[in-house]
């Protein structure tokens, strides 16, 4: 079993839809959750990150963590062309030095 | 926010030949990731380089199939030695900037695109 779970999709809405990408994870000990953005040819850039259980909200995006269902969520709203991307959910885990773990990533395509 | 650049971008190689990877920084970072990113497939870590010690790697992951070399606070280089076509992947850097707005927030290269043949 990994880690970390990510459907890869691809995902494919329409513009203005709203988008729902999910992961799922193992491991008690992941402490902090982040959300990255990978454009095709570039490398990843964190869009979203959190500490605890709950909600954060940034414009149109939304990063959801349930740390008793080990699951975490990201919400992108009014979804535009742009954010056409692969989108990585990762997971910090600090057993003597810190490491990020990846889930597999979603590609994710809004059609105008 | 680091800003970091692969060399090179791409590169078609052939079977048992070995690859150098340049990943240059434009602040001092102490840490220093390379990953492996496959066709469909998550980042995997691969090492950890900090400056003035031998590189960290995960399990899977040898000194002697990918050495890792980090000779100042700025750069690193990662070897892809005796290749096969299961080697074709991506293959990134990335730095931990402690002046990053976000703990443990990851700064990516572009990635260097290796095909083996």
């Known amino acids: 079993q990994k880690e970390v779970e990510q459907d890869p999709g691809p995902l494919s809405v329409p513009e203005g839809a709203i988008v729902s990408l999910n992961c799922t994870y193992s491991?008690?000990?992941?402490?902090?959750f982040m959300w990255y953005r990978q454009y095709s040819r570039k490398g990843p850039e964190l869009l979203m990150y959190t500490y605890s259980s709950g909600n954060k909200e940034d414009g149109r995006f939304t990063a959801q963590v349930d740390k008793s269902s080990k699951y975490i969520s990201l919400f992108i709203r009014d979804s535009q062309p742009s954010d056409s991307a692969t989108y990585l959910c990762?997971?910090?885990?600090?057993?003597?030095?810190?490491?990020?773990?990846f889930g597999q990533g979603t590609r994710l395509t809004i059609n105008p | 926010s680091a800003v970091i650049s692969q060399k090179p971008s791409r590169d078609i190689c052939q079977r048992g030949t070995s690859l150098t990877i340049q990943c240059q920084v434009d602040?001092?970072?102490?840490?220093m990731f390379w990953y492996r990113q496959q066709p469909g497939q998550s980042l995997t870590l691969i090492a950890t380089?900090?400056?003035?010690?031998?590189?960290?790697?995960e399990s899977g992951f040898v000194i002697d199939k990918f050495p890792i070399s980090r000779p100042n606070l700025t750069f690193s280089t990662l070897t892809v030695s005796n290749m096969s076509p299961e080697d074709s992947s991506i293959y990134l850097c990335?730095?931990?900037?402690?002046?990053?707005?976000?703990?443990?927030?990851?700064?990516f290269g572009p990635g260097t695109r290796l095909t083996v043949l």
């Open positions: 491991n008690s000990a992941f402490q902090y």
């Open positions: 380089a900090n400056q003035g010690s031998e590189a960290t790697y």
């Open positions: 990762a997971m910090v885990i600090i057993q003597g030095a810190q490491k990020l773990v």
């Open positions: 602040s001092q970072v102490t840490m």
């Open positions: 990335s730095v931990e900037d402690r002046l990053a707005r976000v703990r443990y927030e990851q700064f």
